[in-house]
């Protein structure tokens, strides 16, 4: 069973940066797609960004520009970087883990691993 825990989340003002962080447990890290997707207050929950096993990524219109997606292999770990945050990205924001992957997907059916969330509240 591969476990995967998110951190970084926080309060911030608007315009502000935070960096979240995902560490994934397994020896095939290097082998997963991993997603970030996040849940507004009374919305549904949401892709944000996904980084395929080869580095290649994919970002949803409403942070492309602003929000950074790298992994570290060698951690097992997968960051976001959000810069210039806005009072809509305020969320609980999930990391996902996809076994036996082939790029990226916004889907989030095909992702077997999840993560319990990490709170990113802006102030505006």
């Known amino acids: 069973q591969v476990q995967v825990v998110e951190s970084g989340g926080g309060l911030v003002q608007a315009g502000g940066s935070l960096r979240l962080s995902c560490a994934a447990s397994g020896r095939a890290f290097s082998s997963y797609a991993m997603g970030w997707f996040r849940q507004a207050p009374g919305k549904e929950r949401e892709f944000v960004t996904a980084i395929g096993w080869s580095g290649g990524s994919d970002y949803a219109d409403s942070v492309k520009g602003r929000f950074t997606i790298s992994r570290d292999n060698s951690k097992n770990t997968v960051y976001l970087q959000m810069n210039n945050l806005k009072p809509e990205d305020t969320a609980v924001y999930y990391c996902?883990?996809?076994?036996?992957?082939?790029?990226?997907?916004?889907?989030?059916?095909?992702?077997?691993?999840w993560g319990q969330g990490t709170q990113v509240t802006v102030s505006s």
């Open positions: 996902a883990a996809q076994e036996n992957s082939y790029g990226t997907t916004r889907r989030e059916a095909p992702y077997n691993y």
